[in-house]
């Protein structure tokens, strides 16, 4: 292996690997430009096997978008409206309690919801959708709006993030989910999502979240027109955030999908790019506990071999996935326990249903 390894260029970083050492940028540098999949997949497992054994987990949850209308419309993005636009659309608290009450016969464990940033309404709406689906679901864990979010409902409560959060946990939110944290670069965000909030203050309310006790996970949106030292930089801010608060629970590259964005002209990731970005993360983020190959956008088939190339997760069974899907997602919308066990052990892997804060349910082996 260390033949392979030197032919590869990369027995120094083996040797950083083996020992437990951070990775430098120059690290991050050779491992973006080594065209050997194998051999940075290689070095990813040796990371995941160490973090998490033989264990790929997934969870029984449920994926609700309350509302699609968004104040930011983003150039990747093809699930955000304006308001009155035909196809924009917003939920009623009764509707989402009927979302969650259609699907009481099944396990699930977590509610994911996020939306746009909606123009109008009233902190009091997400106070009592929080407040619903507790209602309905007293035990399900409530994994629910992004950093981005956060900020608008503390702006119209026009008070701070931690109080904010300290009365969103009152009505039922459990944990923030990773979306809205693209790619921090300035140069990106004034390209592609001028009027989203700044990267280094989705930072600061992550870490505001992880201060006030809750865990958040961490995102990159990555394959349109970001360079690989603009992956580096970000992976880079969010391995010294966790450093800081230690809040992160789990990290989820996710691969642009071009289709009805103001971004089509680009194509979509390929599957090279889409593992070697999984196993870059996996190396770069030393401090992260999990990597989720998330099926939903790189697809089960991949997702599974992403199992050997530093992931350690496969996301959920989910349900009415919709952001991706209006992006032209080709997978399916929903996947079945059965299957998402099945498709681990024929990764040569443990599956382990898990609670969103990653407490063991159940090992299938
Ligand atoms: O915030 C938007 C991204 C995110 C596109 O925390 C797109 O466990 C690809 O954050 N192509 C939503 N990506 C999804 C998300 C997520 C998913 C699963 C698990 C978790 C978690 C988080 O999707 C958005 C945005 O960053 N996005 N448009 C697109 N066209």
Redesign the pocket.
């Known amino acids: 292996m260390i033949d392979y390894l030197k032919q590869a260029g990369l027995v120094d970083i083996y040797a950083k690997v083996t020992a437990a050492e951070r990775l430098t940028r120059d690290d991050g540098r050779k491992l973006y430009s080594c065209p050997d999949i194998l051999a940075i997949g290689y070095l990813a497992n040796i990371v995941r096997e160490r973090l998490n054994g033989d264990k790929a987990y997934f969870i029984y949850n449920q994926h609700i978008n309350y509302s699609n209308v968004c104040t930011n419309l983003?150039k990747?993005?093809?699930?955000g409206r304006e308001k009155g636009d035909d196809l924009a659309y917003e939920l009623s608290v009764d509707d989402i309690k009927q979302k969650v009450r259609d699907r009481l016969d099944e396990p699930i464990k977590e509610i994911?919801m996020?939306g746009g940033i909606h123009p109008d309404l009233p902190f009091e709406y997400y106070i009592e959708v929080l407040r619903g689906i507790k209602e309905v679901r007293p035990n399900v864990h409530i994994?629910a709006f992004?950093c981005v979010e956060i900020a608008h409902l503390a702006s119209l409560q026009q008070t701070s993030i931690s109080q904010t959060l300290t009365v969103l946990r009152e009505a039922g939110l459990g944990s923030l989910?990773?979306?809205?944290?693209?790619v921090f670069s300035p140069r990106i965000r004034e390209r592609t999502c001028e009027h989203k909030l700044p990267g280094n203050q989705w930072l600061e309310i992550a870490q505001t979240a992880h201060r006030e006790g809750f865990h958040t996970?961490a995102?990159m949106?990555y394959g349109h027109i970001e360079t690989h030292e603009e992956r580096l930089e970000h992976l880079e801010a969010l391995r010294s955030a966790q450093d800081q608060t230690g809040g992160f629970l789990?990290f989820?590259p996710?691969?642009?999908?071009?289709k009805n964005?103001a971004l089509d002209s680009l194509s979509g990731t390929t599957g090279i790019d889409d593992l070697k970005n999984l196993a870059i993360a996996r190396l770069y983020l030393d401090n992260f506990p999990h990597i989720?190959a998330?099926w939903?956008?790189i697809g089960s088939k991949l997702a599974q071999i992403a199992l050997s190339f530093g992931a350690d997760d496969m996301?959920g069974t989910i349900k009415e996935e919709v952001?991706?899907h209006m992006?032209g997602a080709e997978t399916d919308q929903a996947i079945g326990s059965a299957t998402l066990i099945r498709l681990i052990k024929e990764a040569g892997r443990i599956p382990v249903e898990r609670s969103t804060l990653y407490d063991v349910i159940a090992t299938h082996d």
């Open positions: 983003c990747f993005c093809a699930f994911h996020v994994q992004t989910p990773g979306g809205g944290a693209e996970n995102t949106l789990a989820i996710l691969a642009f999908h071009p964005t989720k998330y939903v956008m996301d952001i991706t992006a």
